[in-house]
């Protein structure tokens, strides 16, 4: 059906509005979030809107939405011309590495190129219901509503200050709902579609909206009539008051006080360039106090090193063979390194001495006179270090100990430490057999046993209060700093040493080029994880913050007739790389995969239940909002198979009723059939519906069979339908 030159223009000016609408999302959103590039996404939304304005059939505007969205993620982040011979491998890089991530479940780890597509993506989505809602339904209210229910719930819990937004969107909201009001009206009443009779009615309404806002908005505000809710909100989870106040995210030195909420902070802090992703590692503090860490009293010696020297640590190198390098550029400069682990040497392009400080093994950075130096880049020399799975499994409990009065530290706890909190420990590492068992089944209890990560929604201990007994048993909600913290006691309890690492967590994955991939480290990627000593092997990092996996790398160098299998919790935490060298192995033995092995696997992936019924979810969506087009097409196919006779006419009249009626041009109250057939006809443009509807009325109504040509009537009644379709 062909749109009047005033249904088109009607249609423009609520794109207009709906555009102005959606960018009311869209910059708190890039705000929040530090995006950037906000003209881009805005390009994309006028795009979409302009294709769905003038009609594009389905599969040309998918072509160049799906163009629009490579050039962006090419444009934005290969830091290449888009057409340059670098585009296609850039693209085919990005989807291995997102594809990996995703299958390994590590969705922390999917690209800021990955997150920009899905998004556009989600834009696109919303794009198509805004045009069924003003095109089908002739509603928008609800889309307005939630509308201004965004802007008021980020103006009111976040940074973002959504007062002028939210006044704009009330007066764009309300005049599109009264321009869509308008119509609908009209279309009930049968009244005049003339461009002239609906500016009628459309510009006083139009004008008493701009008049009432303009007028609201200069008139005197009475104050707030209910206090503040945040507040309240913040003491009922343990965030009020305390004499500690809100803490923002990023490193600092002072952890003698633990807990809280954390404010967000984007700020950038470093870019590295890398062929691997690392965990950043800073120091280490090993005496826990009930609410926090500090330094303990021993003595304090250091180390010093010049450029590309050996840096000697307690922490495992890797082989020479594999060994590397990262460029770090750091945003703000600092009078310390940012170490990884496997670190060998560093190179600064200015003279620099390294202090090691062999209490923390936090490296400072000085001039030959003692004098801090703060630097902007250097370089640092690495070989990821490989532990071995056959020599882990070698731990016995009973080599701890063997360990000297140096670990002593490692394994302090206060005195006022509840006993519950050991004999948790002591209950999850039952029947474990070797040191490290017995670690990996700590590291593993956090992400089964109900506890929740969230930042603004973490306590303070009170007067006398053990910060890990609180998060164990009270709240289970917390951050970094409660996880980390609670698997070290529980892990020093039961006598393994375990230190306290402060630090980055990898950051944000950016461009990449020949193998080396860009990671931008923020404030809110502050860290902090475990270190626990494994007898025979020394040093390892454990990660059990929930959402977070770790960069250990383990070498699976396993006997394949071995009747030792890797706990559950453990394949979770393994990497990618070493679980699917395990996985080639157990390919190789033979084993064949039946239906407990899949649904041991599906228990063990929870995340795989939730994208299923999401995809579910997706696919009901897609099919109630195109069910105009694909019920009719199986009513089409069904009754071409069946003969036709009075009965299958009398049914597929009424199926022709009800495709109509989800078009919108629905049968009225107390309207005739030949007056309906006649509206039909006049809205598709055909002569088809008189016809039905005449025989219709005869099979109703006249007591004596008539003589119908069936076959023409279907022909008929089939038109109809892919003319609704169309």
Request: aromatic fraction near 12%; charged fraction near 20%; hydrophobic fraction near 40%.
């Amino acid at each position: 059906m062909k749109k009047s030159f005033g249904d088109f223009i009607e249609l423009t000016i609520a794109y207009i509005i709906i555009f102005f609408i959606l960018r009311e999302w869209l910059v708190p959103v890039m705000e929040l979030t530090n995006t950037g590039l906000l003209h881009l996404f805005l390009v994309f939304i006028g795009l979409s809107l302009a294709l769905s304005l003038f009609e594009v059939r389905p599969l040309l505007s998918g072509i160049v939405k799906i163009g629009y969205i490579l050039w962006f993620v090419v444009f934005a982040y290969s830091g290449n011309p888009v057409f340059s011979s670098e585009t296609m491998p850039f693209i085919f890089s990005e989807m291995k590495w997102n594809v990996t991530a995703i299958f390994s479940g590590d969705f922390g780890e999917v690209s800021d190129t990955f997150r920009t597509v899905l998004f556009l993506a989600l834009i696109w989505m919303l794009v198509y219901l805004i045009h069924h809602w003003i095109t089908v339904r002739m509603n928008i209210f609800y889309f307005f509503a939630l509308t201004v229910f965004f802007i008021a719930t980020l103006d009111t819990f976040s940074d973002y200050d959504g007062s002028v937004a939210i006044v704009k969107v009330v007066v764009l909201g309300l005049v599109m709902t009264g321009v869509l009001f308008v119509k609908r009206l009209l279309m009930k009443s049968d009244a005049s579609h003339d461009l002239l009779s609906k500016w009628k009615m459309l510009v006083p309404m139009v004008v008493m909206v701009v008049m009432v806002s303009l007028i609201a908005l200069f008139l005197p505000k009475a104050g707030p009539t209910w206090a503040d809710p945040v507040p309240f909100i913040k003491s009922v989870t343990g965030q009020g008051e305390s004499g500690v106040g809100e803490k923002t995210a990023g490193y600092g030195e002072d952890d003698s006080q633990l807990g809280g909420p954390f404010n967000g902070d984007n700020t950038l802090v470093f870019t590295a360039s890398s062929r691997d992703r690392h965990y950043w590692r800073i120091e280490t503090k090993d005496l826990y106090t009930s609410k926090g860490w500090v330094q303990s009293n021993a003595k304090v010696s250091a180390d010093s090193y010049l450029n590309n020297e050996f840096i000697q640590t307690t922490l495992q190198v890797g082989k020479p063979e594999n060994e590397q390098q990262i460029d770090m550029d750091l945003a703000i400069p600092l009078p310390f390194l940012i170490q990884t682990y496997g670190l060998k040497s560093v190179e600064a392009n200015e003279e620099t001495v390294y202090f090691k400080s062999n209490q923390t093994e936090k490296i400072l950075t000085k001039q030959y006179t003692g004098e801090d130096k703060a630097l902007l880049s250097y370089t640092l020399t690495y070989s990821e270090p490989e532990y071995s799975m056959q020599q882990l499994r070698m731990s016995d409990p009973s080599m701890l100990e063997t360990l000297n009065s140096s670990y002593d530290r490692f394994l302090q706890l206060p005195n006022s430490l509840p006993r519950r909190v050991q004999d948790l420990a002591i209950e999850l590492t039952e029947g474990k057999e070797t040191v490290y068992e017995k670690i990996k089944a700590i590291e593993g209890y956090f992400a089964r046993s109900g506890f929740a990560y969230d930042k603004r929604a973490a306590a303070i201990p009170g007067e006398g209060q053990d910060f890990v007994d609180q998060f164990l048993f009270d709240t289970k909600i917390g951050y970094c700093d409660h996880f980390s913290t609670s698997m070290i006691v529980m892990l020093r309890s039961i006598g393994i040493p375990a230190r306290w690492v402060k630090g980055f967590a990898p950051g944000n994955t950016g461009s990449q080029s020949d193998g080396v991939r860009e990671y931008r480290v923020t404030n809110d990627n502050a860290h902090s994880w475990v270190e626990a000593y494994v007898p025979g092997t020394g040093w390892m990092e454990f990660e059990p913050t929930i959402g977070f996996s770790g960069t250990v790398n383990i070498d699976y160098d396993l006997e394949l007739d071995t009747d030792l299998q890797e706990e559950p919790a453990q394949q979770e935490q393994a990497p990618k790389k070493p679980k699917a060298e395990q996985d080639t192995k157990k390919a190789t033995s033979g084993s064949s995969l039946n239906f407990k092995a899949v649904w041991t696997w599906l228990k063990e992936h929870p995340y795989v239940w939730v994208g299923f019924i999401l995809l579910v979810v997706i696919v009901l969506i897609i099919l109630f909002v195109q069910r105009k087009k694909w019920i009719p097409k199986m009513h089409v196919r069904s009754y071409r198979k069946k003969e036709a006779d009075w009965s299958t006419f009398d049914s597929s009249y009424h199926v022709l009723t009800k495709q109509l009626s989800r078009i919108g041009l629905r049968r009225k109250d107390g309207e005739t059939l030949r007056a309906f057939a006649e509206r039909v006809d006049a809205a598709l443009e055909t002569e088809e519906m008189k016809k039905l509807t005449s025989v219709y009325e005869q099979h109703i109504y006249s007591k004596q069979p008539q003589d119908v040509d069936f076959a023409k009537l279907k022909e008929s009644w089939e038109y109809l339908i892919n003319r609704t379709i169309g």
